[in-house]
Protein backbone atom coordinates (compact mmCIF):
# COMPACT_ATOMS: atom_id res chain seq x y z
CA UNK A 1 0.00 0.00 0.00
CA UNK A 2 1.82 3.23 -1.21
CA UNK A 3 -0.18 5.31 1.32
CA UNK A 4 0.46 3.12 4.45
CA UNK A 5 2.05 4.13 7.60
CA UNK A 6 4.83 1.53 9.20
CA UNK A 7 4.21 1.70 12.95
CA UNK A 8 6.30 0.72 15.99
CA UNK A 9 5.22 1.10 19.57
CA UNK A 10 7.67 -0.09 22.18
CA UNK A 11 7.09 0.21 25.55
CA UNK A 12 10.56 -0.43 28.38
CA UNK A 13 10.93 -4.17 27.74
CA UNK A 14 9.40 -5.01 24.39
CA UNK A 15 7.18 -4.21 21.47
CA UNK A 16 4.13 -3.62 21.99
CA UNK A 17 2.20 -2.81 18.30
CA UNK A 18 3.77 -2.64 15.10
CA UNK A 19 2.63 -2.96 11.58
CA UNK A 20 1.14 -0.70 8.81
CA UNK A 21 -1.83 1.80 9.97
CA UNK A 22 -3.80 4.41 7.92
CA UNK A 23 -3.82 7.05 10.59
CA UNK A 24 -2.46 7.25 14.36
CA UNK A 25 -3.77 9.40 16.66
CA UNK A 26 -1.20 10.05 19.68
CA UNK A 27 -1.93 12.18 23.10
CA UNK A 28 0.59 14.81 23.18
CA UNK A 29 1.08 17.33 25.76
CA UNK A 30 0.14 20.23 22.97
CA UNK A 31 -3.42 18.62 22.19
CA UNK A 32 -3.94 14.85 20.39
CA UNK A 33 -2.47 14.52 17.02
CA UNK A 34 -3.61 12.46 14.06
CA UNK A 35 -1.03 11.50 11.53
CA UNK A 36 -2.24 10.27 8.05
CA UNK A 37 0.88 9.26 5.12
CA UNK A 38 2.57 12.20 3.71
CA UNK A 39 1.99 13.72 7.14
CA UNK A 40 4.94 16.61 8.08
CA UNK A 41 7.98 15.72 10.71
CA UNK A 42 6.65 15.46 14.17
CA UNK A 43 8.51 14.87 17.18
CA UNK A 44 7.00 15.48 20.05
CA UNK A 45 6.33 14.75 24.05
CA UNK A 46 3.20 12.33 25.00
CA UNK A 47 1.23 12.67 27.84
CA UNK A 48 -1.52 10.04 29.67
CA UNK A 49 -4.09 8.80 27.40
CA UNK A 50 -4.65 6.92 24.41
CA UNK A 51 -3.07 5.95 21.63
CA UNK A 52 -4.96 4.75 18.55
CA UNK A 53 -3.91 2.91 15.51
CA UNK A 54 -6.41 2.46 12.48
CA UNK A 55 -4.53 -1.18 10.72
CA UNK A 56 -4.24 -1.36 7.30
CA UNK A 57 -6.70 -4.14 7.05
CA UNK A 58 -9.37 -1.30 8.89
CA UNK A 59 -9.32 -2.72 12.49
CA UNK A 60 -8.67 -0.56 15.16
CA UNK A 61 -6.14 -0.84 18.05
CA UNK A 62 -5.94 1.53 21.48
CA UNK A 63 -3.53 1.77 23.68
CA UNK A 64 -3.42 3.14 27.23
CA UNK A 65 0.03 5.39 28.22
CA UNK A 66 1.14 7.23 30.81
CA UNK A 67 3.80 9.11 28.37
CA UNK A 68 6.60 8.81 25.82
CA UNK A 69 7.34 10.23 22.72
CA UNK A 70 6.16 10.13 19.17
CA UNK A 71 8.71 10.49 15.99
CA UNK A 72 7.51 10.60 12.77
CA UNK A 73 9.13 11.26 9.27
CA UNK A 74 8.93 9.61 5.71
CA UNK A 75 5.75 7.69 7.12
CA UNK A 76 7.45 5.94 9.66
CA UNK A 77 6.13 6.34 12.81
CA UNK A 78 7.89 5.58 16.10
CA UNK A 79 6.21 5.74 19.13
CA UNK A 80 7.81 5.10 22.70
CA UNK A 81 5.72 4.91 25.30
CA UNK A 82 5.30 4.36 29.30
CA UNK A 83 2.45 1.89 30.07
CA UNK A 84 0.45 1.53 33.61
CA UNK A 85 1.78 -1.06 35.60
CA UNK A 86 -0.65 -4.05 36.15
CA UNK A 87 -2.26 -3.72 38.86
CA UNK A 88 -2.50 -6.98 41.13
CA UNK A 89 -6.05 -7.96 42.68
Known sequence: MADALTVDIVGPDRVL????????????VEGDISVLAGH??????LKHGSV?????????????????FVSFDHNVVTIVADIPEPTEV
Open 17 to 28: WSGTAKSVTVPT
Open 40 to 45: IPVLSV
Open 52 to 68: RVTASEGEGHALDITGG
